[in-house]
Nanobody, 125 residues
């Protein structure tokens, strides 16, 4: 059973930064793409971005481009968030999928299989 655990969320002021982690135990992420998603109250879950199993190919939603960076190693994926805005407030999730579901044409949550429990990010002054 693949288990993912997100951490690193919290309260941050607008313009601040956070680094979220998505850690696994008992298995390697090497064969999977890892996606980051978020869901704000009353809104649908949306993609933030993803990284393929090659550790290098990354794709981002327009809202994340230039501000967020995804990286990874064998057991942990990271979401570095800079220049945070109040509209970034949401519960952030990581999830795994086949590489083919991490591409520039779209990142869809229903194509991702295993999910973490989420971590809350609140951007407020």
């Amino acid at each position: 059973q693949i288990q993912l655990v997100e951490s690193g969320g919290g309260l941050v002021q607008p313009g601040g930064s956070l680094r979220l982690s998505c850690a696994t135990s008992g298995f390697t992420l090497d064969w999977y793409a890892v996606g980051w998603f978020r869901q704000a109250p009353g809104k649908e879950r949306e993609a933030v971005g993803c990284i393929k199993s090659d550790y290098d190919s990354t794709y981002y939603a327009d809202s994340a481009k230039g501000r967020f960076t995804i990286s990874r190693n064998s057991h942990t994926a990271y979401l570095e968030m800079n220049s945070l805005k109040p509209e970034d407030t949401a519960v952030y999730y990581c999830a795994t999928a086949e590489d083919k579901f991490c591409y520039s044409g779209g990142i869809y949550f229903n194509e991702y299989d295993y999910w973490g429990q989420g971590t809350q990010v609140t951007v407020s002054s």
